[in-house]
């Protein structure tokens, strides 16, 4: 960055670069992450849903947290990695996992591409019509298909290669996890960099104001089809590791629950700055699992419930009850920034 | 942008420009002419068309028949972004801000767009120096400096519309079509506005809708008269001011005039 040439400039840089800064409670966040890799080796396979869930619950927030599309049919993105992962390992096509990833997030790259331009026009139903009837759509090929797809048995038979040649898959979910945990990680720092790119901002733009987004030159349909595309990528590669790190892919991939699963996912954790998915996986995980201990039978009665008070309560207040405690962890972290800054200004 | 000089006298021209809604004809036949560099009011009762005609000319509706000229190029067919590329820019009567952004990433954004960089998903947004002294000259000009980093859903109304101008100021249009800049706007925040206003640039056209009398007559070098949604008459803030006809049917009405 060159040097600003007035303080006018200096404050104006200042506050632009606001938005992109690591807080401490993120840095923070990240090393209670990586953290769980040594502390709890005997969680790894819950932790693993933990974060497949966030990676498919963090693609959900780029569409509806950046670009204000509400969809009741992830899963067919999600479920399109699945498979793909799952065929080419099972056929070994691409044996590698990584590879495969990038093939399968691929896939449903080009699947949310073709499919964005249905979701352009129309209104928040027109739209959750839609994408619902693409996941049941590709539900129901997958399920035609069996001969490929195995129909409703799943695709069995999935024997997986090392991870980059190195790592086994082991018995204990360690490989899994920490696989899983460093793709999470690397796609969560490429949304933290395009969401606060001049794209990032054009999206929040056409979130809040389509009208005046296209008043100052901002090609709103493209950005769209842009954000939905990348999206459906990230969905793909959550399938993917489902089906790498389970070894197996069902027809339950596409599903309606799964769709709405993740929505729950988004709004419990909070739409629209990038934690809400990852945050909201762990307490849905958790509580789901927590539930179903005390109650097999009907845990989704609590679900429910907590869905309902957060809805109504709102998420807003509730932040306002963090918010005191967030303002002096970035109050302190800005002290110690200025410090070891050495006052360049 | 580049301000190339056009095949046309004409920053802005409409050509027998009709909207139908249905049965009502809410813009009939309006041919009008902007000259370069004009500070040119568009006024008429409530319900005249003003504000469709704006429409019509920013892309946000499409118009049933007729054409619109920019510096002699049509534009009656073009997407509204792509209007804006080409020069036009707008506000709006009632606010259209970003309600969570602040002024610096509003107007940081409006020049990445106009720069081309929108498409840019992988440089950090305001990295570039030149778009830092840009907002800052905007944020003085506009007098938002200090209220810069805050949410604009927050910001004191008359604040909203000094952005609301800067924004579409942003664009750096050719021609700026401002709907009724001062509208809402408390009596002591008024005169601010009135001046940013008066202080735009002379090579840039203005075509000003507007309600308030005072505001037109001492703002405005021509006047279009709409009635109706049709054009009424055109003439000298001195000519319109004179005619009986206006006064019957605007003036007099007592609106508020």
Redesign the interface.
């Known amino acids: 960055?060159?040097?600003?040439?007035?303080p006018?400039?200096f404050?104006?840089?200042e506050?632009?670069?606001?938005?992109?800064r690591w807080t401490p409670l993120e840095i923070a966040f990240w090393i209670a992450a990586f953290a769980t890799i040594y502390f709890l080796p005997g969680r790894h396979l819950i932790l693993t849903e933990i974060v497949i869930w966030a990676l498919f619950a963090l693609s959900l927030d780029l569409i509806l947290g950046f670009g204000g599309i509400l969809s009741l049919g992830h899963a067919a993105f999600f479920g399109v990695g699945a498979y793909a992962a799952g065929l080419l390992a099972k056929h070994g096509i691409i044996t590698e996992p990584v590879l495969a990833l990038l093939v399968a997030g691929l896939a449903a790259t080009v699947l949310g591409f073709v499919t964005s331009f249905l979701v352009l026009r129309g209104s928040d139903l027109t739209r959750l019509m839609v994408t619902l009837g693409v996941s049941l759509v590709l539900r129901e090929i997958a399920n035609r298909y069996s001969d490929i797809t195995g129909g409703a048995d799943g695709l069995q038979g999935i024997t997986m290669a090392p991870v980059l040649g190195l790592f086994r898959f082991d018995l204990f979910g360690h490989t899994a996890y920490i696989y899983s945990l460093v793709v999470l990680f690397v796609l969560f720092l490429l949304a933290r960099?395009?969401v606060?790119?001049?794209?990032?901002?054009?999206l929040?733009?056409v979130r809040?104001?389509p009208?005046?987004?296209?008043?100052?030159?901002?090609?709103?349909n493209?950005?769209l089809v842009?954000i939905y595309t990348v999206a459906a990528g990230y969905a793909g590669i959550a399938g993917g590791l489902l089906a790498q790190t389970t070894a197996f892919a069902s027809l339950e991939v596409f599903s309606f629950d799964r769709s709405a699963d993740v929505l729950l996912v988004l709004i419990i954790g909070g739409i629209g700055y990038l934690y809400g998915g990852l945050i909201g996986a762990v307490i849905f995980r958790l509580m789901q699992d927590w539930l179903a201990n005390i109650t097999p039978q009907y845990w989704q009665f609590w679900i429910g419930l907590v869905l309902v008070i957060i809805v109504l309560i709102g998420r807003d207040r509730m932040g306002a009850w963090i918010r005191p405690v967030r303002d002096l962890i970035d109050t302190l972290g800005g002290r110690l920034r200025i410090r070891a800054s050495g006052g360049e200004r | 942008m580049s301000h190339a000089l056009g095949t046309s006298s004409y920053a802005l021209e409409t050509v027998e420009l009709e909207k139908s809604f249905g049965g009502l004809k809410a813009t009939n036949q309006v041919s009008l002419r902007v000259k370069k560099g004009a500070r040119h009011a568009l006024i008429g009762p409530n319900g005249a068309g003003k504000t469709t005609v704006i429409n019509l000319l920013s892309g946000a509706i499409r118009p049933t028949a007729g054409r619109i000229l920019l510096d002699g190029e049509d534009i009656t067919f073009r997407e509204p972004h792509d209007r804006v590329r080409l020069g036009i820019a707008r506000t709006f009567q009632i606010n259209q801000l970003f309600g969570d952004l602040t002024p610096v990433e509003t107007l940081g954004l409006a020049i990445s767009e106009r720069n081309g960089m929108g498409h840019d998903w992988w440089r950090v947004a305001g990295r570039k120096a030149a778009i830092v002294d840009e907002v800052g000259e905007l944020l003085s000009r506009f007098d938002l400096t200090d209220v810069m980093g805050e949410r604009t859903a927050t910001l004191p109304y008359g604040k909203q519309r000094l952005l609301e101008i800067a924004l579409a100021f942003a664009c750096k249009p050719r021609v700026l079509l401002l709907d009724e800049p001062a509208a809402g706007v408390p009596e002591a925040e008024r005169d601010s506005i009135l001046e940013t206003v008066a202080a735009l640039p002379a090579d840039v056209t203005v075509l000003l809708i507007e309600h308030d009398m005072d505001i037109v007559f001492s703002f405005a070098d021509r006047i279009s008269v709409l009635v109706n949604g049709e054009l009424f008459m055109e003439g000298t803030p001195e000519q319109v001011a004179a005619d009986p006809r206006v006064k019957a049917v605007y003036l007099g009405e007592g609106t508020d005039a």
């Not at chain 1, 960055?1 to 007035?6: D, F, G, K």
């Not at chain 1, 506050?15 to 992109?20: F, G, P």
């Open positions: 960055m060159s040097a600003p040439t007035s006018l400039s404050d104006v840089a506050q632009m670069a606001k938005r992109t960099r395009i606060n790119s001049p794209f990032g901002l054009s929040l733009a809040g104001n009208l005046r987004a296209s008043a100052i030159a901002i090609p709103v493209w950005r842009a």
